[in-house]
């Protein structure tokens, strides 16, 4: 059950940072046997899954990178991490949900968006932030962060839940920290800008 928890939130979670890369990597694990993936999940062992997400991470990847476009890159996926999580979430509690499958599949897919929605908020909000400097290092640390956080959080879920949970909170708590902050610049950048400029 710590197990199952702890893949659940790290599901979550891990959708609103990286999708495919999440994907990619939970299809592997479960492709060679590393862990035994519920019926709600084992379509992403399928080679044909797991080559779709391959060539998306790749994207995604260099998409990250670059200032601006990475901004983009999270806007449009707003509209897909957070109901991703929700299924991937739903999908592994499924097969463990026992006589009260329905319910236990709805209360984890609310988690599981709740968590990739509370990820992708962050991350875009502070990206949008960086992309506000002038210089690149800033923007590039902080895609290398997500992209080493991922498979981190993902492994520490299963090899170690409970280490992974505390630094869950840490992680959370820093987000919603951030975000707060950011979307506190983000509004005096915009009323700056919109400040008629003195004859």
């Known amino acids: 059950m710590v197990h199952l928890l702890a893949l659940a939130a790290a599901l979550g979670w891990a959708s609103g940072l990286r999708l495919y890369l999440t994907v990619l990597l939970v299809g592997i694990a479960g492709h060679w046997g590393w862990i035994a993936l519920p019926p709600g999940l084992q379509v992403l062992a399928s080679p044909l899954v797991m080559a779709c997400a391959a060539a998306l991470t790749v994207v995604e990847f260099l998409a990250d990178k670059v200032p601006l476009v990475d901004s983009a890159w999270d806007a449009l996926h707003t509209l897909i991490r957070i109901p991703a999580g929700a299924a991937l979430v739903a999908g592994l509690v499924s097969g463990w949900a026992g006589d009260h499958g ?98």
């Open 102 to 199: 329905e319910t236990w599949t709805t209360v984890a897919a609310l988690l599981g968006g709740g968590l990739a929605a509370a990820a992708h908020t962050a991350k875009a909000s502070t990206r949008a932030a960086a992309n506000t400097s002038p210089e690149p290092f800033s923007n590039l640390g902080l895609s290398l962060a997500g992209d080493v956080a991922v498979p981190a959080m993902l492994w520490l879920a299963w090899a170690h839940p409970f280490i992974f949970f505390p630094l869950l909170a840490l992680a959370l708590a820093v987000m919603a920290t951030l975000t707060w902050l950011c979307f506190k610049f983000l509004r005096a950048l915009l009323r700056r800008m919109s400040r008629p400029s003195p004859a």
